[in-house]
């Protein structure tokens, strides 16, 4: 059973001792209902579908002759999930697999696929990539029209949804707009978050000059990643009734970790693994 954490209790902000064998109980699950409560999304009715899509770049252990291998990983944690795993648990736990002893990838993967999923409460897809593999990253801007070069007049730093608006008697039947201006803050110990949001709907159009000012209100917001990505489609939807909608961020490299998270009104509009330049 997955035990109750708060954000509070977990590791961030503080000295931590790495450890270097295998210790899956230094993942840390928070539980997602607290924050989704805020947004007034209630408990088992979830108006969207989506995951959490984590790239790790920094997974190593040792083959059962003491030589050490490495590799990539993709998670993919399903926002269906009673729990999101703080980000620093995850990467000391796979940090604790540096000394441990493997037979093969295949027994890494089913590790932390075990793990992950006892601490999401969810099953958790897992990729692990040797790179004897020659793995092959794939970069590309999203294909849609970045709102960022707007010039816009800006003097709020914390999401305000009532910034939001549509362009009156002006229908859209499936747009893609991005901005590469999203920052957040770490929920525990403020440290910034940089990312590409990216909004796919249809429906009246999103006037592109409020959804900019939108985006960048969130500059000394202090939430996770996967919050924020939930925050913005709650205020979306709210605030601008699409008839469909989807959000997802890529966010920068941390601890050799990228977090994704993806959320959309119907399965279908879920993007592919494709890499944001600043990862």
């Known amino acids: 059973m997955t035990k109750e954490f708060t954000p509070e209790q977990s590791l961030l902000g503080r000295a931590t001792e790495y450890r270097s064998n295998y210790a899956p109980e230094l993942l840390f699950p928070i ?19 989506g995951e959490d899509l984590w790239n790790a770049y920094e997974i190593s252990w040792l083959n059962l002759r003491g030589k050490p291998q490495v590799a990539l990983g993709v998670f993919r944690i399903p926002a269906t999930s009673p729990y999101l795993i703080e980000s620093k648990s995850l990467k000391l736990y796979l940090n604790s697999f540096n000394q441990t002893g493997f037979a093969d990838v295949v027994a890494v993967r089913e590790c ?10 969810a099953s958790v897809a897992v990729e692990i990539h040797s790179l004897d593999e020659q793995p092959i990253r ?15 007049e800006i003097n709020c730093y914390q999401p305000t949804p009532a910034l939001l ?20 803050n770490c929920l525990v110990t403020g440290q910034p978050d940089w ?9 009246a159009a999103l006037d592109r000059e409020a959804l900019l000012r939108y985006v960048v209100s969130f500059r000394e917001h202090n939430e996770f990643h996967e919050q924020c990505v939930e925050r913005i489609y709650t205020d979306i939807m709210a605030q601008c009734a699409p008839r469909k909608l989807a959000v997802w961020a890529r ?3 941390r601890g050799g970790l990228d977090i994704n998270p993806f959320r959309a ?15």
Request: aromatic share 8%; hydrophobic share 35%; with cysteine.
């Open 112 to 121: 932390v696929r075990r793990d992950l999923s006892a601490a999401a409460g």
């Open 165 to 184: 608006r549509t362009v009156s008697g002006h229908e859209v039947e499936d747009e893609l707009l991005y901005s590469h201006l999203l920052k957040s």
């Open 138 to 152: 794939h970069y590309a801007y999203p294909n849609g029209a970045c709102v960022d070069g707007l010039d816009v």
């Open 195 to 203: 990312g590409t949001v990216m909004i796919r709907y249809s429906g």
């Open 265 to 279: 009104s119907e399965a279908g509009w879920g993007p592919d693994n494709v890499f944001e330049v600043r990862q």
């Open 251 to 253: 966010y920068t490299r």
């Open 31 to 49: 539980l997602r209902q607290q924050k989704r409560d805020e947004l007034g999304i209630a408990s088992g009715a979830l108006p969207f579908v």
